[in-house]
Nanobody, 124 residues
Framework: QVQLVESGGGLVQAGGSLRLSCAASGRTFSWYDMGWFRQTPGKERAFVASISSGSRHTYYADSVKGRFTISRDNAKNTVFLQMNLLKPEDTAVYYC?????????????????WGQGTQVTVSS
C-alpha cells in the first residue's frame, strides 16, 4: 500500500512559478515510476509528466514541455513538479500517482495509487 500526499498548490499570476511536492509512504517508493496528472471540472484527468524509478527517463505532455520539470528524491520518498511560465490554462487540480505494475506512463489507468490532489489556479 502506498499513500501519496500532494502539496504546494495555490494561486499565482500568469508567468509565475509553483513547485508541487508529493510525499509517499512506504519503503518501496524507489521502485515505482511516478506521474503527475491534472483535471479540470467536466474533463478527464490528463497526463502532465512522468519519471522512472531511477530518474533516468522523464516524459512530458506537449502542453508543458519546456515549462515544467519533474524530479524525485528517493531518499526522501518525494516527487516534485516544478512549474514555470504558468498560464491560465494550467489551472487544474494536480494529482500525483504511483505506477506499480507498469504500463503506458501517460495513461491514468496504468497507475495504481493516487493522491488527493492539490489545486493550482493561474490568474491572467
Amino acid at each position: 500500500q502506498v499513500q501519496l500526499v500532494e502539496s504546494g498548490g495555490g494561486l499565482v499570476q500568469a508567468g509565475g512559478s509553483l513547485r508541487l511536492s508529493c510525499a509517499a509512504s512506504g519503503r518501496t517508493f524507489s521502485w515505482y515510476d511516478m506521474g503527475w496528472f491534472r483535471q479540470t471540472p467536466g474533463k478527464e484527468r490528463a497526463f502532465v509528466a512522468s519519471i522512472s524509478s531511477g530518474s533516468r527517463h522523464t516524459y512530458y505532455a506537449d502542453s508543458v514541455k519546456g515549462r515544467f520539470t519533474i524530479s524525485r528524491d528517493n531518499a526522501k520518498n518525494t516527487v516534485f513538479l516544478q512549474m514555470n511560465l504558468l498560464k491560465p490554462e494550467d489551472t487544474a487540480v494536480y494529482y500525483c500517482a504511483a505506477q506499480v505494475n507498469g504500463g503506458s506512463n501517460d495513461q491514468d489507468r496504468s497507475y495504481d495509487y493516487w493522491g488527493q490532489g492539490t489545486q493550482v489556479t493561474v490568474s491572467s
